[in-house]
């Protein structure tokens, strides 16, 4: 009889490795939606999603003979809300539970003490587990003639807060200004900071004759300043145009260049989002080669990457970092996303400092382009602000 139990544990066992492929981001938004009915959770209901992680088992026993459990271990540095959901073969969501895990928390616990809606009874088709941050789930099943088994897996990151990237928007782009957009353009644009407005946020028009300024600190601003009157330099002998340019240093340290030519150009290829808010126009990558694609991430790594790693950040640039994860995108680079920490902001401008940071899965181009050399898997303890498809 044992032997017999032992054949079929092992028997669902596999079966169970054999269904819980990870669900793709629609599935899982409505496994989501359903257990958020039948807890009657208006915050999901109206689209105010925060569950950014899950994970899905299918199967499971809950009889007199066999028992199912959960063991979860919050993974982020802060706390993380969980739902948990049972679903019947037909794929109703027929109990659910929600809790909060504190930083590096476990809960453990079977099926039907972790759920505060409905009932876990008889056999459950899936199981799925959602969460704020990353986290490990456990799936334990056991009998009472002493089989037992569990099945370990790790969140998929998932969101429908997406972008579908569209470096071209409207098609085309002026021919009057295509003969400005070389190399060097590209990698000047890509370095530009973005804190809030490529313009005055507060009355909307352009800084005259600024070109662009560094800050005194970290000390990395410095060699940036002179890489980027280099790449001035070298814009001015590639598009021949022979503009004037000053570079001063402020009382308190700043690096700042001003031409009232190179700034007028410059801020041609930016329109206004947001109210007054000034971007990039991705229009200017209507046109733009695989190589001009490359020196604006170049430009943008060089002055906005994380220590050689797969992490760009940016304070109060939300649609700079999009425009640069929009651009990875097209260069073959995969699960593309934009993180922040704690809350989302209410605006664009984010009422305050906000430090935005992108994470990308590289491919072999983009590594030797950018010289990266620390592959980073996830963001631990952000709140996702914007996944790039």
Known sequence: MKKLIAILFVSLFVLSISLTAQADSSSLVAMERKIAALLADRSVQQDERTYNYATVFAYSDNTEYWWSGLSIFNLA?????????????????????????????????????????????????????????????????????????????????????????????DGSYSDSQKQYLTNSMYKLLGMLQEYISRFSYITGEPYPDLVEFFFPYPSSEAALADYFEEIILEYRAESQLQFEYTRETGSQGHVYFYSTELSSIINSFYIKADGSLATLDRNVFCEASEENLLSYAEGAYMRFGIENKNLIEMPNAPYKMVTIGCVLKELGCSNVAVYIPGPPPPTAGGGGPGSYTLIFEPNELVINRLGIQEIVTRITGGTLYQRID
């Open 77 to 169: 540095d802060n706390a993380n809300r969980m739902m948990v959901g049972c679903f019947d073969t037909d794929g109703n969501a027929v109990a659910a539970g929600t809790f909060t895990l504190t930083a590096n928390a476990i809960k453990t616990g079977f099926l039907s003490a972790l759920m505060r809606q409905g009932t876990v009874s008889g056999r459950v088709s899936a199981i799925a587990i959602f969460g704020t941050g990353d986290f490990i789930a456990n799936r334990f099943i056991g009998n009472t003639e002493g089989g037992f088994g569990e099945i370990e897996k790790e969140a998929e990151f998932y969101s429908d807060k997406q972008t579908q990237c569209m470096l071209c928007p």
